[in-house]
């Protein structure tokens, strides 16, 4: 007797899969974060490039539909060097080539030449993520980071010369010595870039760095939880006046030009991750790459199994990621969808917690979906945590 | 007279010495060296090898070392050959150096014809010293004045002495100059006892034995802890507990050596133990006379006194706790610990948990963390109360350890507090100070007495109430710790008391709630507000603090909603590491407790001893 094949949750995932390659070196270090990373060493850089190779090698078969080249900073790397690993992940995970692959760069103009953006466009990137942060000087200066305001305009127009207009960029909010009026002055340079994309970061302090340090010994000096709320609910109002749909906490689009990539990690779909520190999501387990290179490189060299972390999650922790997934985004939590792919009706499974955040307004909830209201993405961690440590 | 001897009725009978013998306890303000003396003894008399010794203070437990405090080890006996040739046997008997324990001292005492009194040379007489020295007084015993730490560089043995015969009323010339630390003075000591200690003389027509101490053993039942004082106490034998009036067997007898070790019997002027089959403590009374059953005492020794607690709180399980096991650690610790009381009780708040007795806050704060430490408990405790009379109109009287528990206002015709008489022991600076806070407590100026050396005994009549929210740290911390402090409770006072409610989000919340002078009562609630607004999170609501006094608010705060919360990175797909951020949070909200919608950190239960209103 034919036997009509499943329809597996693993299978619809993996026709929107996604490829995460992370390039751990930095021209510099920023203090305030906590990203696997390195300041470059030409030697230990091509000593990791292979280690990539190698991993990509042996890689398990999946299909990715996008590429997302994270860091670090991915443009220490030359542009062949990126190209290179263009055609070997896309052999590896897509024959037919990626539908979206993304490049964070630091716009340093050294790092961001008019040849970098050709061979990035010859080799198939068409987006480029840039870590801006700020437009104002001194908060770069606060930030550590060393490109000036006036290089992202450039870096933007040479992109697009280069023929890649698909160009978001990062600013982070509350940083030390920041205001509503200087994180205004740094939204309208943003925009007057017209970029396709903007992701605002609220500052956080990451044990284990500079800024911790700096915060254990003068918390005064960073933004207090009214400011950073003001903060966020000025970026969001400014972003949406001028026509970007804020489609998840973080994260703001022109129509048509939200992060695929990033969409899919929202949307609790697989995804494969490449070096150091990596996270993978293949066949309902997560897992993590060690975040030392030297254990990553001479693992991955000897081709090897890479040592690190890994769960699959059961029962109720498995919703409870998928709620606080979905509930990021605008949409929500879709309950046909969840419904169909964890067998469970969210509205009965969640009942109490549902009516709780409805009675403090933190929840909208419908027939069809199940979503965050303005307020309740302003205290997104408080709502997605009672899914979280829901257990039925 | 000795009143233990005293024998106003009873049969004619011979009356017995034991002339090798001498029973003695060591008294002392805390850190004056008690402990180090007490080693020192049993070293010298090689009771105890030098190694042993070092064993045996780890075995003890990590709280009390943590506090600097013994609360007690057990009676041990001493092998002491004297200057005269003769070989004696020294009983000592610990005693709790703690306020708290005070009855305990008594107790101790009791078994004693002798008491060290042990002041440090360079600190002198301070507040405890004094008590000891007058519950020792009043239980006739011979005192010895041992002047301690001589060794100091600050010691001043002359102004000690000088202390001595003005506050003690003691011949300044009797006391031994010692330094238990570096070994001086240790044989003078030990003659000094059996000189000057008269030995212990008891009837021959019965048997009496006075209960000091119990100790609850899991495979033995419970160890009673005798001063035999008249005749002999045979193994084998029933007797009589003669408060309580029960009949059991003595299955064994012993003395300390200081392992208990069995004997045949316990004579005239001996301590040891007797092990009879006695489930519970709460079957025999410390402080009853043991007899025996077939030919009863004429009457029990003097000085039984039930224990009384002094101060309650409420106890309850917090999140993830179940209320039985709060219930079988508690009565675990009361086996060996008959000083705790406790009964189920329930909040509206807090839920099922129990409404717990102690002597003293000392007592209380062991308790709370032996019970978390040692049954790894994670609970929640109310501000300590103490115990209001309340008359009602009807005339009945109802005593109220719980503030939650106060009847209405127009019930009542009368409430009452207890007081204590404070004594504080200060150098002259302080005692603006001392004067600002205590009066501040409704604390009533007895006496002051300046002291030749230029220190000052200040004696206060004021509420216990006012004594255990926070006032020794209070003193401690306005003196830089010179001050010290006793206190005994000297009765029943009425008071202008009311009771102090904190509502949040309009609710009252009974576990919060207070009784309070009606002086300092809307005081005290902008205070609490204050604090508790410090004290509860940021949540995704506003929360309103509200005080009020009989349903009329007097101080509102409000703790404004967490505005923002919110994990804004995606950490390049690095889900699990979210998820664990978020669940790191979750956990820490579950430790708080969940009133109404409110979510409480154990501390805004306590938040009345952490106010500084003065």
Redesign the interface.
């Known amino acids: 007797m034919p036997v009509e094949p499943q329809r597996t949750p693993s299978r619809i995932a993996r026709s929107h899969g996604?490829a995460?390659v992370?390039l751990p070196f930095c021209p510099y270090v920023c203090p305030y974060c906590d990203?696997a990373k390195w300041p470059l060493r030409r030697s230990s850089a091509t000593r990791y490039l292979e280690a990539l190779h190698a991993e990509i090698a042996s890689a398990p078969a999946f299909e990715a539909r996008t590429l997302f080249f994270?860091g670090g900073t991915p443009n220490t790397y030359d542009a062949a060097t990126l190209a290179e690993l263009v055609r070997a992940l896309a052999a590896r995970f897509s024959p037919d080539g990626f539908a979206e692959t993304t490049v964070e760069m630091n716009p340093d103009p050294e790092l961001c030449t008019p040849a970098t953006f050709a061979a990035y466009r010859a080799a198939g990137i068409d987006r480029v993520s840039f870590g801006v942060q700020s437009f104002v000087e001194s908060e770069l200066a606060t930030l550590g980071r060393r490109h000036a305001p006036g290089d992202v305009g450039r870096a933007f127009a040479i992109a697009r010369d280069a023929g890649i207009d698909n160009l978001s960029l990062d600013l982070i909010f509350g940083i030390p010595g920041q205001t509503v009026e200087s994180w205004d002055a740094s939204l309208a340079a943003a925009l007057a870039l017209e970029p396709a994309h903007v992701s605002?970061?609220?500052l956080?302090i990451e044990d284990g760095t500079p800024f911790a340090e700096w915060f254990a010994r003068t918390p005064g000096a960073f933004a207090t939880?009214?400011l950073?709320?003001?903060l966020?609910a000025h970026g969001i109002d400014t972003l949406v006046r001028a026509g970007f749909e804020h489609y998840e906490?973080?994260n703001f689009a022109r129509p048509g030009r939200r992060c695929a990539h990033?969409a899919n990690?929202w949307a609790n779909g697989e995804?494969v991750?490449l070096g150091v520190?990596?996270?993978?999501?293949l066949a309902g387990v997560?897992s993590?790459h060690v975040r030392e290179l030297d254990a990553y490189v001479d693992a991955a060299l000897a081709g090897g199994p890479i040592p690190g972390?890994s769960?699959r999650l059961e029962g109720a922790a498995r919703l409870?990621?998928a709620a606080?997934?979905g509930l990021r985004t605008a949409e929500g939590v879709d309950i046909a969808a969840f419904a169909e792919r964890y067998g469970v009706d969210f509205h009965d499974f969640y009942r109490p917690v549902l009516t709780?955040m409805r009675a403090?307004g933190?929840i909208d909830a419908t027939s069809s979906h199940v979503r965050l209201t303005r307020r309740g993405?302003?205290?997104?961690?408080?709502?997605?945590?009672?899914f979280?440590?829901f257990a039925g | 007279m000795d009143r233990k001897l005293a024998v106003a009725h009873g049969p004619s009978g011979t009356v017995r010495t034991a002339t090798n013998i001498r029973n003695f306890c060591i008294i002392a303000h805390i850190d004056h060296g008690k402990t180090t003396l007490s080693d020192r003894l049993l070293e010298f008399t090689r009771t105890v090898a030098q190694r042993q010794l070092g064993e045996q203070m780890l075995d003890a437990m990590d709280l009390e070392r943590e506090r600097g405090i013994t609360i007690k080890m057990h009676p041990v006996t001493l092998e002491y050959p004297a200057h005269d040739g003769k070989l004696y046997e020294l009983n000592f008997i610990d005693t709790p150096g703690h306020v708290d324990f005070s009855s305990e001292v008594t107790r101790s005492l009791a078994a004693c014809e002798g008491a060290l009194l042990v002041i440090d040379a360079a600190q002198g007489i301070e507040a405890q010293t004094l008590a000891n020295y007058h519950l020792a007084l009043d239980q006739n015993l011979t005192i010895i004045p041992v002047i301690n730490k001589i060794d100091l560089p600050a010691a001043d043995p002359e102004r000690v002495k000088k202390q001595i015969e003005e506050l003690l009323i003691i011949e300044a010339s009797d006391a031994i100059l010692c330094s238990a630390k570096e070994g001086i003075g240790i044989e003078e000591i030990l003659e000094a006892i059996v000189a000057r200690i008269p030995p212990p003389r008891g009837q021959d027509a019965f048997v009496r034995g006075l209960v000091f101490d119990a100790q609850f053993d899991p495979y033995r039942g419970v160890v009673s802890y005798v001063r035999v004082t008249d005749g002999t106490l045979r193994a084998g034998t029933r007797f009589m507990s003669m408060n309580q009036k029960k009949v059991y067997e003595a299955t064994e007898v012993g003395v300390f050596k200081p392992d208990m070790r069995k004997t045949q019997a316990l004579d005239v002027g001996n301590v040891g133990y007797v092990i009879a089959n006695i489930k519970s403590l709460g079957d025999i009374d410390v402080g009853d006379t043991l007899t025996e059953a077939s030919n009863p005492a004429p009457e029990p020794l003097a000085g039984y006194k039930p224990i009384v607690p002094m101060v309650y709180c409420g106890l309850y399980p917090n999140e993830g706790v179940e209320v039985s096991e709060l219930r079988d650690a508690l009565e675990k610790l009361a086996l060996n610990d008959s000083a705790l009381h406790y009964e189920p009780e329930s909040s509206i708040a807090l839920g099922f948990g129990f409404r717990c007795g102690f002597l003293g806050l000392l007592h209380m704060e062991i308790v709370q963390e032996r019970l978390e430490r040692n049954y790894n408990l994670d609970l929640i405790a109310t501000s300590p109360s103490v115990v209001f009379r309340v008359t009602m109109t009807d005339g009945t009287i109802e005593n109220i350890d719980n503030p939650a528990k106060l009847p209405a206002r127009d019930r009542i015709a009368l409430m009452e507090e207890p007081f204590v008489k404070a004594t504080v022991i200060t150098p002259p600076e302080y005692v603006g100070a001392i004067m600002e806070l205590t009066q501040n407590r409704r604390g009533t100026l007895a006496n002051m007495e300046y002291v030749a050396d230029g220190r000052v005994i200040l004696t206060y009549e004021m509420p216990l109430i006012e004594v255990i929210i926070d006032y020794f740290d209070q003193l401690k911390s306005r003196t830089k710790g010179y001050a010290s402090l006793d206190y005994e409770v000297i009765g029943y006072r009425e008071g202008d008391l009311v009771k102090l409610e904190i509502l949040l989000h309009g609710d009252p919340v009974d576990a919060l709630s207070s009784i309070v002078a009606r002086e300092k009562a809307a005081n005290r609630g902008r205070g609490l507000v204050e604090k508790l607004k410090e004290l509860i999170p940021r949540q995704m609501f506003d929360v309103p603090i509200q005080a009020a006094i009989g349903g009329k608010v007097v101080a509102r705060e409000t703790v404004s909603a967490m505005r923002k919360n919110v994990l804004a990175k995606c950490y390049g797909g690095d889900i699990s590491r979210k998820r664990k951020l978020l669940e790191k949070q979750k956990a820490g909200k579950e430790r708080m407790k969940r009133v109404g919608t409110v979510d409480l950190p154990q501390e805004a239960f306590m938040a009345v001893l952490r106010l500084d209103e003065n």
């Open positions: 996604g995460y992370h990203f994270g605002t970061y609220g956080t939880n009214d950073e709320a003001e966020y906490i973080s990033n990690y995804y991750g520190g990596a996270a993978s999501y997560r993590t972390e769960e409870g990621e606080m997934l709780e403090m933190t993405r302003f205290v997104a961690n408080d709502v997605c945590g009672a979280v440590g």
